[in-house]
């Protein structure tokens, strides 16, 4: 296949908001890429929603006609049944669209919603066997919904992922743990395409050994749930702040995202804490410009609900950045085939995160090759080599 011959369209249950999370920010740097390069595809239409009172700037200008945006217009009602009536609704007018253009191929983006809802829609309205369907794996749905309260529908839940999944064309996983989640679920494979980051713009970034050595900045960026270990950061910072009263002047621990209040509370009434809140990702580079170090405390579900899998688009910016790491020891932060670039920790051992907490504060000179070794190993995770791969598993599935 010629590589500018390649129509795809791009199904999102989002409004494409920027400081949402991993699959907006996906969806800007995919974009610039192939516009940029122009080589992979030569159309690319995209689903998502809107609602009436909030609208999103686009990722992605482009005066070449590459992309195209399909907006389906959404009622902002809340509430569990209207959430389940907004998606029926976006996959409905989705799947009737694409068989009006008789579009070959569907890339639904995460198994759920998305995945479920689409597959359902396209055999519902007869146009299956005529179009391409692959699913995107973003994370582990059952490592998600395990970190909810209520899963009375979970058992449904899962049952429709599963026949999702079998009937997909193409899986593609982000990450090398959740393909293996799935085969162990499911036996359902998939193709591993890992997330990506534009290295271009951590050329010549500030090298951490320019930052003042004597006022340490540990940041958590991230959601502010138990599930992505905001708790624990929490905990930890109590436990080194009545342990090392010393070092407590040294350091600000700084909360980057949206969540939990009392989370956020904690972050602006502690005295060596800040609230940063949303940070536009394209924004997010300047930001990590001011930090020595980043958590990365995502939990497995071993002993807990995990929150996901994947390779995290915060964990390759803090390695491009030249940053210290500081993970939990699990399988999300052990799939790396290199690990030489993370301090590990156990996971939910606050004191020992604690701990070290206080070994970076005192000496973080003794981290400098760590850090090092984290930005030389985020050369693996160019955007281009990720455009590259997605567009070779999806030439050789139409082949």
Known sequence: ???????INLIFFSNLDSSNGGVETWLRLFLHEVLRGRQYFHKINIYYYTTPSKQIPLPADDNSNIIRYIPIQLSEKKGLFNNFIKLLKFHSNVAKALKKTHAVSALSLGSYPTGIFLAFFLNLYGIRRNTRHYIWLRTTLSKHIGTHTSR???KYIFFFEKKALKDADLVISNGWDTRDNYIREYNVPSVVVPNAINLSTYTNF?????????????AYIGRFFEAKGAHNFVSAIKIFNSHYPGLVDRVTFSFVGWGEESIEDFARTTPNCEFVGRIPNYKMHTYLATIHCGVALTKSGDDTGGGGSGVSNNLLELMAAGRLILAFDNIIFRQFPRQDFMIYVKENDDNELARYFSQIVDNFQQYYPMADNARSYAMSFSINEHVALLHQYLAEDTN
């Open 1 to 7: 296949m010629n590589k500018a011959t390649m129509e």
């Open 152 to 154: 009375i529908f979970s």
């Open 206 to 218: 500030e090298d951490v050994r320019q930052l003042p050595a004597n006022k340490i900045k540990i």
